[in-house]
T-cell receptor, first 114, second 114 residues
Framework: AQSVTQPDIHITVSEGASLELRCNYS??????LFWYVQSPGQGLQLLLK??????LVQGIKGFEAEFKRSQSSFNLRKPSVHWSDAAEYFC????????????FGTGTLLAVQP | DAGVTQSPTHLIKTRGQQVTLRCSPI?????VSWYQQVLGQGPQFIFQ???????GRGNFPDRFSARQFPNYSSELNVNALLLGDSALYLC?????????????FGPGTRLTVT
């Protein structure tokens, strides 16, 4: 079945430390991949997306993600976390080119320690 | 430019009642999708509409229905509300519905069923 897995439910990092959030998608045809961020009580904001080509994609707010076909992964990274990055992060996939219906992971809640 | 707008922001209903949620897409976008986000989970796809036609339906009971109007705005209706329908309902719009067209989310409607 088409699915997206985020193994880490909750992560705490210190401000200024690096961050990596994990995401795995179910194998098969490579889906389009996305990372969204959701602040408390808010909608979803797109951080970055991968459709094809360069496997390292840059997004907004200093985030980047690397697509690794061999590991069915699309991990999100940031070299130095700011307190304002505290939020919930969702990895999502679109399977098949005829629809842009999103399949989401369960999310990773990021806490940032001063 | 205005983003995706949703109304109302918050809603409290009693079990058995009916509710209508509204969504206005980004100007020029022809597709609207609805997602349900239960607390602590990722959004789940409910419906997708394109050019006023239903183009996709998730695994939700028939109590859930939707429609899209000629101006591309949309309504989501839920009948015979259950406690489990309490969630954040997100609307997303996109220009087209093929996989390479990303979705833009509204702030959501928080529905509480008591």
């Amino acid at each position: 079945a088409q699915s997206v897995t985020q193994p880490d439910i909750h992560i705490t990092v210190s401000e200024g430390a690096s961050l990596e959030l994990r995401c795995n998608y179910s194998y098969g045809a490579t889906p389009y991949l996305f990372w969204y961020v959701q602040s408390p009580g808010q909608g979803l904001q797109l951080l970055l997306k991968y459709f094809s080509g360069d496997t390292l994609v840059q997004g907004i707010k200093g985030f980047e993600a690397e697509f690794k076909r061999s590991q069915s992964s699309f991990n999100l990274r940031k070299p130095s976390v700011h307190w304002s990055d505290a939020a919930e992060y969702f990895c999502a996939a679109v399977y098949g080119g005829a629809t842009n219906k999103l399949i989401f992971g369960t999310g990773t809640l990021l806490a940032v320690q001063p | 430019d205005a983003g995706v707008t949703q109304s109302p922001t918050h809603l409290i209903k009693t079990r058995g009642q009916q509710v209508t949620l509204r969504c206005s897409p980004i100007s020029g976008h022809k597709s609207v999708s609805w997602y349900q986000q239960v607390l602590g989970q990722g959004p789940q796809f409910i419906f997708q509409y394109y050019e006023k036609e239903e183009r996709g339906r998730g695994n939700f009971p028939d109590r859930f229905s939707a429609r899209q109007f000629p101006n591309y705005s949309s309504e989501l209706n839920v009948n015979a509300l259950l406690l489990g329908d309490s969630a954040l309902y997100l609307c997303a719009s996109s220009y087209l519905i093929t996989g390479s067209y990303e979705q833009y989310f509204g702030p959501g409607t928080r529905l509480t069923v008591t």
